[in-house]
């Protein structure tokens, strides 16, 4: 069987029929560069597990590839084999192939990446960490005391004494205030309406009608 080095293949690839393209997979006896062994990866994508059979050999010779590359491998290509190959690349990744990969790599292999190569976090991963420190940082407010009977009846009896003085600080001063809805019963007047006399002239102890229903 005839065998073919990288660069015989590559050469040839082109004028080939798809099912010769996938059956000289089996010849090689060398890979290229990354980037000529990604085009081809990408151009036999149409049979995956041909792509993928190449991919394993670009994984297990470590070579380092593009982020568009690679992006189209997590599109198409078995997802181990992708991941893997991303790892391998590590070292040629930027922070744009990062946000490329997001969604298409695993969110934890991303951020070993980003982590590693010292370089930002896709935009989506930074939002969830922020969030993920608000809600680490934020404190509940401790629970109020519970109170035991005497504090109980305590605050009962502070309530009663401030409706007390709250009443005794609304007691009407004898004098129209022109605020009818909360006077208090008087001669003339109860709760709002006007009870005695025609026109208001049978008089309001609280000088609330003059006659006229005028006020001071």
Known sequence: MRTYTWDE???KFYDWAESTQVRNLSA?????????????IIELQ???PAANRLLRKAVEE????????????????DKELATAAVRNSAERLT????????????????????????ILLPEALREEEEEDIYIDDFIPEPPAPKRGFFGTLAAIFAGASA????????????????????????????????????DHDHGCEFGGNKGSGSMD
């Open 95 to 118: 922070a744009e192939d990062m946000e490329y990969l997001y969604g298409e790599i695993d969110d934890e292999v991303i951020i070993e990446i980003c982590k590693q190569r010292n």
């Open 163 to 198: 409706g007390v003085s709250l009443a005794q600080g609304r007691r009407h001063n004898g004098r129209c205030n022109g605020d009818c809805a909360n006077c208090p019963p008087h001669y003339g007047y109860r709760y709002g309406r006007w009870y005695y006399g025609h």
């Open 28 to 40: 090689l006896t060398s890979l290229g560069s990354a980037d000529e062994v990604g085009e081809i």
């Open 46 to 48: 149409v049979n995956v």
């Open 9 to 11: 293949y590559y050469e």
């Open 62 to 77: 470590k070579l380092a590839f593009s982020g568009s590359d690679l992006a189209e491998f997590a599109y198409i290509n």
